[in-house]
């Protein structure tokens, strides 16, 4: 489906207050859409928090004895080192302030896509056979009684560390970036909403995986919307997307230098899905994701950088965000 025409579709799913599950790819190129009342039709699975289509109980049963084997092969540190090189000229030459930079990690382990949607916990979980499977943490936007709101996502550290929390707190390189993509979310919701404000800044939120804790940065930033927002859900919707938090500032010229730079496509990695029921939106941004290609799997990763950003430090990121959230989050 055209992008154009996935926003009408919505639009007009919202006029009626017909409730749709959809997702979108970052370049917008191969965006779904299907009315919940056919939800149980589609190929695909989810759980977006606590409502879901999948119902195979006695299967997740017998899935949820089986121990994760889990091993990531080291993305090949020249090609990183290329793609950040990249990076940083363009940010010294002032075409961008902010960059998200990923890339594709192969693993290996005993779980199948399936396993992995049923065993992690997360806030948001898709599972897009044979494609892919998403366990995000982090939410694109949330609507209710006329408000929205998003909580833009921004550094990352291991919690077994000497003072984690301070740590990251108090680092130049983490505020600046998380600075940053608060400016660069007020000023995308101030395109579709008014009376823009920051309600929380840079809280801590503790993660578990299978290797550890950890612990990320988050901001909460709410605006007003107009009566009858719903008739323009699509419009809406467009207007935000790429989501500003895996992308970067300014947006459209960071989005080209990311192409660049990452030398393939994103597809729905970093993209965006959700629901609309009617009367509100709850919808993710797809990252902490796993995808099927020729037969081998691929874990996406990566990290926002700045001028301030060093090699290392960025490579280590991207690595340390190779994790299966099997704890509680």
Known sequence: MPFNAFVAQAN?????????????????????IWPLDQIEKAPLYFEITGKTNYHDKLNRKVRSKTPLHFTAFSLDPQRYQQGFEQVQQALQQGNSYLLNLTYPTEIQTNFSLLDFFEQSQARYKLYYPPHFVCFSPECFIKIKQNQIFTYPMKGTIDANLPNAEQQLLQSEKEQAEHYTIVDLMRNDLATVAQQIEVRRFRYV????????????????????????????????????????????????KTVEIIQQAEGQERGYYTGVFGIFDGESVDSAVAIRFIEQCDGKLYFRSGGGITRKSQLDQEYNELLQKIYVPLGKT
């Open 205 to 252: 939120e503790r993660i578990e995986t299978e290797k550890g804790a950890i612990l990320q940065t988050s901001s909460e930033i709410i605006g007003n919307l107009r009566e009858n927002w719903q008739e323009n859900i699509g419009t809406i919707l467009a207007q935000l997307l790429p989501a500003g938090s895996i992308s970067g500032a300014p947006k459209e």
């Open 12 to 32: 007009d799913f919202g006029k009626q207050r017909q409730p749709f599950f959809f997702l979108i790819d970052f370049e917008q190129k191969k965006p779904l």
